[in-house]
Structure formats: C-alpha cells, structure tokens
T-cell receptor
Framework: AQKITQTQPGMFVQEKEAVTLDCTYD???????LFWYKQPSSGEMIFLIY??????QNATEGRYSLNFQKARKSANLVISASQLGDSAMYFC?????????????FGTGTSLTVIP | NAGVTQTPKFQVLKTGQSMTLQCAQD?????MSWYRQDPGMGLRLIHY???????DQGEVPNGYNVSRSTTEDFPLRLLSAAPSQTSVYFC????????????FGDGTRLSIL
C-alpha cells in the first residue's frame, strides 16, 4: 500500500482565493511527522510546513495551514490568498518515528496553477 | 553556510559508463538520502544513511551504490548507466528526529544516451 497518496495531479485556483491540496497517509506507527514541500519550476525543493502526530493544534506558517484529521489519516495543505508565485508542484511527505532509519515517504505530488 | 551541495548539476552519459554523483553537507546532519524524480512518480528513495558507516536500501536501489565514510559526504555511484536511469537526482539531509524536515540539494539532471 502507498504510504502517501495525493489524488489531485493538477489543480487550478484563482489568484487571491484559497485552495486545498489533499494528502492521505498510511502508517501503524503512533509517532510520525507530516511535511509539505513546494517545488517551483526552477526545481528546488522548499520545506513549507510540519505537523506532528501528537500535535494538538493544526500547524500554520503564514499563508499555509495544515488541516490535520488524524482519524481519517489526512493532512491537507491549505493555501490562503493564492499568489501567482504559488504556482508549483506540491509534495506531501511522512516520516515515521520508529522503523527503518526514520526514512521519508513522498507522494506523487500535485501541480498547482494560480490563474490571474 | 553552504547547506547541501550536489555536483555536478548536469551530466550526459553513454550507456554502460559509470559515474559518481557527489553530495556534501555542512549541517552535521546524521541522515542523508538520495532520491530520483521522474515525471508523475514523485520522489523515490534510492539509498539512505543514518550515520557514517551505515547505509540502507530504499525503494529503487538497483543499479546504484552508496557509501558513507564521513558525516559530511554521501556519494551515489552508478555502476553501469542505463537509459532507465535518466532522471533528476536529489540529495537530502536532516537530523534523525521525526520532527526534522529534510534539506535538499539543487539536484543533478542526468541523461543516459
């Protein structure tokens, strides 16, 4: 089974509107971390936001927030007030607290296009 | 503070040639890893290391070797390049705790003819 599933290959959003990028995960480890990365067309990977499995509050970083629903094993990224510079690939990732080497698992990504 | 440095940025090889992709970090991170990125497939883990002298296989290790003799360096070796290894390769490093994100290098774009 896939550890991280991103079901939206491509998304479009109007500038200044909010958008939600979906991510579901699969783990039996009670201790894990969830991450979102942005990859613009220039290719670099940029860390956006982190959510821990034991964190009581949903994580927020500026215009980014993480809608964490633990029982549903989902960790959706919400981008508020979209800007043209938000157009990029977005990857969800998980890191388990135990198991082999604390390795990261990545989803296949969602391509976001912000329309002026 | 250079962070994660990958070299080269671009490389073209012929089938059967060997080469080494270099990755160096100056953040004293225990965890280092190599990914390949192909269209529609996200990032797939090739090999990773949790410390000097310790390496392990990821999802797609065939055709690649790694070693970790120092904390700073984690080279990836292609033993006999094949066209299927044409990809963008990323090195990423982090502290070992689960809260710690990975820091990525700028990537190496590799073409095998």
């Amino acid at each position: 089974a896939q550890k991280i599933t991103q079901t939206q290959p491509g998304m479009f959003v109007q500038e200044k509107e909010a958008v939600t990028l979906d991510c579901t995960y699969d783990t039996s480890d009670p201790s894990y971390g969830l991450f979102w990365y942005k990859q613009p067309s220039s290719g670099e990977m940029i860390f956006l936001i982190y959510q821990g499995s034991y964190d009581q509050q949903n994580a927020t970083e500026g215009r980014y927030s993480l809608n964490f629903q633990k029982a549903r094993k989902s960790a959706n990224l919400v981008i508020s007030a979209s800007q043209l510079g938000d157009s990029a690939m977005y990857f969800c990732a998980m890191r388990e607290g135990r198991g082999t080497g604390n390795q990261f698992y990545f989803g296949t990504g969602t391509s976001l296009t912000v329309i002026p | 503070n250079a962070g994660v440095t990958q070299t080269p940025k671009f490389q073209v090889l012929k089938t059967g040639q060997s080469m080494t992709l270099q990755c160096a970090q100056d953040m004293n991170h225990e965890y280092m890893s190599w990914y390949r990125q192909d269209p529609g497939m996200g990032l797939r883990l090739i090999h990773y290391s949790v410390g000097a002298g310790i390496t392990d296989q990821g999802e797609v290790p065939n055709g690649y070797n790694v070693s970790r003799s120092t904390t700073e360096d984690f080279p990836l070796r292609l033993l006999s390049a094949a066209p299927s290894q044409t990809s963008v390769y990323f090195c990423a490093t982090s502290y070992s705790q689960r809260r710690q994100p990975q820091h990525f290098g700028d990537g190496t774009r590799l073409s095998i003819l």
